[in-house]
């Protein structure tokens, strides 16, 4: 038998392609948001579902080995309003580079107050 | 209409260069697409989807691995095409210079019968600002510079540029060479799923060899490359007296 977690849902796995591509050009660099992404999709409290309150901690929810990929339904809903936060959150990085490259060529190259 | 759009393979823009035996190293550099260009390619872009432009194809002179990421970015922004041309040689000022690449659209303007040739205003690792210029007179074509807004048809299009002095409107008959400048749109960012798609797009690559008859030898020299001088540390004034004293005598400003 298996944990939920221990098997990524292909959504997840493709939320983490995108914030890697992102990432690249992140003005803080790659492995700061490498890191932060990781905490975060590790996280339970971002998809309580996938997680079983046992005495006080949090256990994920254990899987037959023989299914390929499942996890329960209640679980899949709850995950995919998390990835497209994770979405939303990867758009906003998009922002914030394009904010941050045109301010620097604004900077060098932009009009020169006589 | 179709459009032809220069694209170039810049160091980028965030990273500091270190100069070193009158080079710049470029090994293990980070390298992205002129953010001028990428300009270029959205104002491309904007006319296909506004249905002026038939189809927009992208231009890129560069090393074989190196450019065709670059071209993948500009096909995942929306191009629908992109030609390579392949060169180990530095893009950079350094060795393909203005009037080589010049040489090479003219080529293929002839070769594709663009009528509008977008380019960046100049590239963030040689300033040149030179082929814009240079291949509208080679081609013969009306050129604008630093175009800040654009509007028009398939005849004729109205632009904005944005000189020194102020701002200047321009009319101007197609065909027509036109660079961009920082304030003519907000690029869009090349997203991993467009990137997935672009993979499917056509890419024709060719060597630089096959130029061999233009004479794409450099012309200019480069003799020597330094690192700017470091900034002077600043000096400590002890009380207001001492400011206007050294405003009035060393700085001469009051």
């Given at each position: 038998?298996?944990?939920?977690?221990?098997?990524?849902?292909?959504?997840?796995?493709?939320?983490?392609?995108?914030?890697?591509?992102?990432?690249?050009?992140?003005?803080?660099?790659?492995?700061?948001?490498?890191?932060?992404?990781?905490?975060?999709?590790?996280?339970?409290?971002?998809?309580?579902?996938?997680?079983?309150?046992?005495?006080?901690?949090?256990?994920?929810?254990?899987?037959?080995?023989?299914?390929?990929?499942?996890?329960?339904?209640?679980?899949?809903?709850?995950?995919?309003?998390?990835?497209?936060?994770?979405?939303?959150?990867?758009?906003?990085?998009?922002?914030?580079?394009?904010l941050k490259k045109y301010r620097t060529m604004n900077k060098r190259y932009g009009k020169k107050k006589r | 209409?179709?459009?032809?759009?220069?694209?170039?393979?810049?160091?980028?823009y965030a990273?500091?260069?270190?100069?070193?035996?009158?080079?710049?190293?470029?090994?293990?550099?980070?390298?992205?697409?002129n953010p001028f260009?990428?300009i270029?390619?959205?104002?491309?872009?904007?006319?296909?989807?506004?249905?002026?432009?038939?189809?927009?194809?992208?231009?890129?002179?560069?090393?074989?691995?190196?450019?065709?990421?670059?071209?993948?970015?500009?096909?995942?922004?929306?191009?629908?095409?992109?030609?390579?041309?392949?060169?180990?040689?530095?893009?950079?000022?350094?060795?393909?210079?203005?009037?080589?690449?010049?040489?090479?659209?003219?080529?293929?303007?002839?070769?594709?019968?663009?009528?509008?040739?977008?380019?960046g205003k100049q590239g963030i690792d040689s300033d040149c600002g030179q082929?814009g210029p240079?291949?509208?007179?080679?081609?013969?074509?009306?050129?604008i510079t630093f175009a800040a807004s654009?509007?028009?048809?398939?005849?004729?299009?109205?632009l904005d540029r944005e000189t020194d002095a102020g701002t200047e409107t321009?009319?101007?008959?197609?065909?027509?060479?036109?660079t961009c400048d920082l304030r003519l749109n907000e690029?869009?960012?090349?997203?991993?799923?467009?990137?997935?798609?672009?993979?499917?797009?056509?890419?024709?690559?060719?060597?630089?060899?096959?130029?061999?008859?233009?004479?794409?030898?450099?012309?200019?020299?480069?003799?020597?490359?330094?690192?700017p001088p470091?900034r002077q540390?600043?000096?400590?004034?002890?009380?207001?007296?001492?400011?206007?004293?050294?405003?009035?005598?060393?700085a001469?400003v009051?």
């Amino acid at each position: 038998q298996r944990t939920n977690i221990s098997i990524m849902h292909p959504l997840v796995r493709d939320l983490y392609k995108r914030v890697i591509w992102v990432g690249k050009d992140y003005p803080q660099g790659l492995d700061y948001v490498r890191d932060k992404w990781k905490k975060a999709l590790r996280n339970p409290h971002n998809c309580p579902s996938c997680y079983n309150q046992h005495n006080g901690s949090v256990v994920p929810i254990v899987v037959d080995d023989d299914a390929s990929y499942k996890i329960p339904t209640d679980c899949e809903r709850e995950l995919r309003k998390a990835v497209g936060k994770g979405r939303h959150m990867v758009r906003e990085m998009e922002g914030i580079i394009q904010l941050k490259k045109y301010r620097t060529m604004n900077k060098r190259y932009g009009k020169k107050k006589r | 209409m179709k459009i032809l759009v220069g694209v170039k393979r810049v160091v980028d823009y965030a990273v500091r260069v270190r100069v070193a035996n009158n080079t710049i190293d470029l090994s293990n550099i980070k390298m992205s697409m002129n953010p001028f260009c990428e300009i270029a390619v959205e104002q491309a872009v904007r006319m296909k989807e506004s249905k002026q432009a038939s189809e927009v194809i992208a231009v890129t002179i560069g090393p074989s691995k190196g450019g065709t990421e670059t071209l993948r970015t500009a096909l995942a922004m929306g191009c629908d095409r992109a030609i390579h041309i392949t060169t180990e040689q530095r893009t950079d000022f350094l060795e393909v210079q203005p009037r080589a690449v010049s040489k090479i659209f003219q080529s293929l303007v002839q070769e594709e019968d663009p009528s509008l040739v977008l380019l960046g205003k100049q590239g963030i690792d040689s300033d040149c600002g030179q082929v814009g210029p240079m291949l509208a007179g080679m081609l013969g074509w009306p050129q604008i510079t630093f175009a800040a807004s654009m509007e028009g048809d398939s005849d004729k299009l109205t632009l904005d540029r944005e000189t020194d002095a102020g701002t200047e409107t321009l009319e101007v008959q197609l065909p027509s060479v036109v660079t961009c400048d920082l304030r003519l749109n907000e690029p869009r960012y090349a997203t991993l799923p467009n990137i997935m798609k672009a993979k499917k797009k056509k890419v024709d690559v060719r060597d630089i060899s096959t130029f061999a008859d233009l004479d794409l030898e450099p012309h200019l020299q480069v003799l020597e490359i330094t690192e700017p001088p470091p900034r002077q540390a600043g000096v400590m004034v002890e009380s207001v007296d001492e400011l206007v004293d050294k405003l009035q005598n060393e700085a001469k400003v009051i």
